[in-house]
T-cell receptor, first 112, second 113 residues
Framework: QKEVEQNSGPLSVPEGAIASLNCTYS??????FFWYRQYSGKSPELIMF????GDKEDGRFTAQLNKASQYVSLLIRDSQPSDSATYLC????????????FGIGTKLQVIP | EPEVTQTPSHQVTQMGQEVILRCVPI?????FYWYRQILGQKVEFLVS????????KSEIFDDQFSVERPDGSNFTLKIRSTKLEDSAMYFC???????????FGPGTRLTVT
């Protein structure tokens, strides 16, 4: 059974701080890695994707990938109360890109 | 900005009945997916669809489930004989590339009584 592990939280950070969200995955052959944001009662919204080892930055978000350690992270700089949501890590299976396994998600609370 | 749409937003059905959940993917997307999320649990992959056929499916996607792209715009999920445990939010997603980036619709909440 391929697993994607996340701490369910909640992770509480003050407004303006950096939020650091982490994810590990079990399938060593996974090639594509995603971060989705899900507000309560809403659908997942794709915010970042990364395919290669290293960092990828987009605005206030930075995704980090370390395939050797099977570890993906998401940093949110200058956290805002509107960032309060559950952040889902998702990973494609090594057998192909069409099957995606999600983690349980980390609930982030940004305190004003 | 183009988006995935789903209908209905909420469907209530009795155990044993058939339901069809409908999705209109983003128009230039080629890859289509169905997921479900039971309240408080993970988003679970059901099936992916490309070039008019199923490309991957999970162990959840058994003979009770089927998918169809009946025309150039709609993508449907049929559950033949619903069970209480099928109660969940069902999300449709679509993507342009084979690398797995997917954009989700708002979901259909299915309640089986």
């Amino acid at each position: 059974q391929k697993e994607v592990e996340q701490n369910s939280g909640p992770l509480s950070v003050p407004e303006g701080a950096i939020a650091s969200l982490n994810c590990t995955y079990s399938d060593r052959g996974s090639q594509s890695f995603f971060w989705y944001r899900q507000y309560s009662g809403k659908s997942p919204e794709l915010i970042m994707f990364i395919y290669s080892n290293g960092d990828k930055e987009d605005g206030r978000f930075t995704a980090q990938l370390n395939k050797a350690s099977q570890y993906v992270s998401l940093l949110i700089r200058d956290s805002q109360p509107s960032d309060s949501a559950t952040y889902l890590c998702a990973v494609t299976d090594s057998g192909g890109y069409q099957k995606v396994t999600f983690g349980i998600g980390t609930k982030l609370q940004v305190i004003p | 900005e183009p988006e995935v749409t789903q209908t209905p937003s909420h469907q209530v059905t009795q155990m044993g009945q058939e339901v069809i959940l409908r999705c209109v993917p983003i128009s230039n997307h080629l890859y289509f997916y169905w997921y479900r999320q039971i309240l408080g649990q993970k988003v679970e992959f059901l099936v992916s669809f490309y070039n008019n056929e199923i490309s991957e499916k999970s162990e959840i996607f058994d003979d009770q489930f089927s998918v169809e792209r009946p025309d150039g715009s709609n993508f449907t999920l049929k559950i033949r004989s619903t069970k209480l445990e099928d109660s969940a939010m069902y999300f449709c997603a679509s993507g342009t590339s084979g690398t797995g980036e997917q954009y989700f619709g708002p979901g259909t909440r299915l309640t089986v009584t």
